[in-house]
């Protein structure tokens, strides 16, 4: 039996590539003091930000809101309801149960009403739903936090979560979206700042944060995500991380420290206000207004 190596009780923990054996109660002290720690050496924001957490209802997000209020951190939450079915309505109920429970201000918006729901908008698009979607969450996101005066946006992404992203990236060798990716997204250009607080810590540690802690969250994926890429790269990372503890941590963090900074000095985005509603977009009419066009033509014909 291991001992919790910071109180020799029984650890329910092991980190083999932190070299750590945990009990229950260090397990959590020292997930959110790895949070603190992450805020904090990236900057991500300070005292004077309005903070804004992005809760989908799952592990991840759910899991960084807890930590920062155990960390003392006024944060708030924005949930979107994307319309679909039974996993949206549970997502939402479960959200809204745990904003009561650590009794922090949850701002819920529907893309029904704003646009239209991820089933209809599905069909309207050769892409697959959960680009669509990702790109209507950013949107929301970003026009959300802005209108109701917050200026930094918090997202619940994890370390697996930012290695399958590389890990794309990579393979086809995008170089300019690999420039981009960072945990710290600077404002500016209409942009509110986003960061991500968990980038450093694997999806497991993750979900055994949320379960010690009692945290009732989604467990289901979304319907859609069946399929996409990220998870067979997920797979790919699991595999290679079992046999060689501490790989994922390196991919990220080494792709951060070395070879990011090569890339930022060459990228160039120009960015224009969208003629529409005013967000930020790399044309004349943003990707969110064109696609309410394109829903507008279709109900005219
Ligand atoms: P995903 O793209 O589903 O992996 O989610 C990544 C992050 O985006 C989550 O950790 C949340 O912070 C945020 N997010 C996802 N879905 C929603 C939603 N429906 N409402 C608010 N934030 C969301
Ligand atoms: Fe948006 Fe899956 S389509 S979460
Ligand atoms: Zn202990
Ligand atoms: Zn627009």
Known sequence: MKKCVKCSQKAVVHLPH??????????????????????????????????????SGGKDSLGVWHALWKLGYIADGLHINLGIGDYSELSE???????????????VISLR??????????????????????TLK?????????????????????????????????????????????????EGKGFVRKVKPLCLITEKESALYAFLSNIDFVEDEC???????????????????????????????????????????KQDVKLNACRVCGEPTTGDVCSVCRLKMKLQAQKVS
């Open 18 to 55: 932190h070299r750590l054996a945990l009990c229950k109660e260090h397990y959590v002290e020292w997930f959110e003091n790895r949070v603190e720690k992450t805020i904090r050496s990236f900057r991500m924001f300070s005292e004077e930000d309005r903070v804004l957490v992005a809760v």
């Open 93 to 107: 109920r479960k959200t809204r149960a745990f904003a009561e429970r650590i009794g922090r201000e949850l701002h």
């Open 113 to 134: 009403e704003h646009i239209a729901d991820i089933p209809t908008l599905k069909d309207l698009q050769d892409r697959p739903a959960c680009s669509v979607c990702g």
């Open 138 to 186: 950013r949107y929301y996101m970003n026009h959300t936090a802005k209108k109701l005066g917050y200026s930094v946006v918090i997202t619940g992404h994890n370390l697996d979560d930012e290695c399958a992203v590389l890990m794309g990236n990579v393979l086809s060798w995008n170089l300019d979206y690999m420039a981009r990716q960072y945990p710290v997204l600077e």
């Open 223 to 265: 319907p859609y995500a069946l399929g996409a890429s990220s998870i067979d790269y997920k797979l790919v990372m699991a595999s290679i991380e079992e046999k060689s503890p501490g790989t994922k941590l390196r991919f990220y963090s080494e792709f951060i420290r070395k070879v990011r900074p090569m890339l930022v000095a």
